[in-house]
């Protein structure tokens, strides 16, 4: 069965200063990988996405993940962090073989930027 | 291009009552799922439609949850009777289909959020 570890449930950090939020992932077979940003009282919304070809993924707001098949990860990064990247980020993962494209997702990581 | 429109943004109810949530999807998705996020968690897959048909329903409690999408377009979730744990955010989300094949993104609506007491 498919899972999704996001080992850090919060993340201060300050702003202007890079940032790394983990995701590891299991699963038997191919997977595709995205990560979304949840703002308060908001919907969830798509900051990048794996599906095939080069493993380095860039998305909007200037965030980028890498993944990494050998050790089962998905890291989020962004080099400068800005007040308004405060959220909640969760990554999924999604099964290619079983035609649903059903999502797992993480229970998430709270990202505060800190003046 | 309009959003995953969902209503109401928030309800509170007393435990054992019904609540119903609606979803209305992107124009021309025809994959539309509901999920549920309880505070502190991800979101957890309920149903998955396609057009109007059921895909995945197998985290769907079946002995109080419902939902349909009578015409292959907006969805209604409901709930009979409540429960304290029900108390959460739910999610609608679409995604396009052509030709058969399901594309990966999926849209979120803003959410419902239900407080149970």
């Known amino acids: 069965a498919q899972s999704v570890t996001q080992l850090d449930s919060q993340v201060p950090v300050f702003e202007e200063a890079p940032v790394e939020l983990r995701c590891n992932y299991s699963?038997?077979?191919?997977?595709?990988l995205f990560w979304y940003v949840q703002y308060p009282n908001q919907g969830l919304q798509l900051l990048l996405k794996y599906l095939s070809g080069s493993t380095l993924v860039k998305g909007i707001n200037g965030f980028e993940a890498e993944f990494n098949k050998s050790q089962t990860s998905f890291h989020l990064r962004k080099p400068s962090v800005h007040i308004s990247d405060t959220a909640e980020y969760f990554c999924?993962?999604?099964?290619?073989?079983?035609?649903?494209?059903?999502?797992?997702f993480g229970t998430g990581t709270r990202l505060k930027v800190l003046a | 291009e309009a959003g995953v429109a969902q209503s109401p943004r928030y309800k509170i109810i007393e435990k054992r009552q019904s609540v119903a949530f609606w979803c209305n999807p992107i124009?021309?998705?025809?994959?539309l799922y509901w999920y549920q996020q309880i505070l502190g968690q991800g979101p957890k897959l309920l149903i998955q439609?396609?057009?109007?048909?059921?895909?995945?329903d197998s985290q769907l409690p079946k002995d109080r949850f419902s939902a349909e999408r009578l015409k292959g377009v907006d969805s209604t979730l409901k709930i009979q009777p409540a429960k304290l744990e029900d108390s959460a955010v739910y999610l609608c989300a679409s995604s396009l289909t052509y030709s058969g094949v399901v594309y990966n993104e999926q849209f979120f609506g803003p959410g419902t959020r239900l407080t149970v007491l």
């Open positions: 999924a993962v999604s099964d290619r073989s079983s035609g649903t494209y059903k999502y797992i």
């Open positions: 439609f396609q057009n109007n048909g059921v895909v995945d």
């Open positions: 124009s021309g998705h025809a994959t």
């Open positions: 699963s038997s077979v191919s997977v595709y």
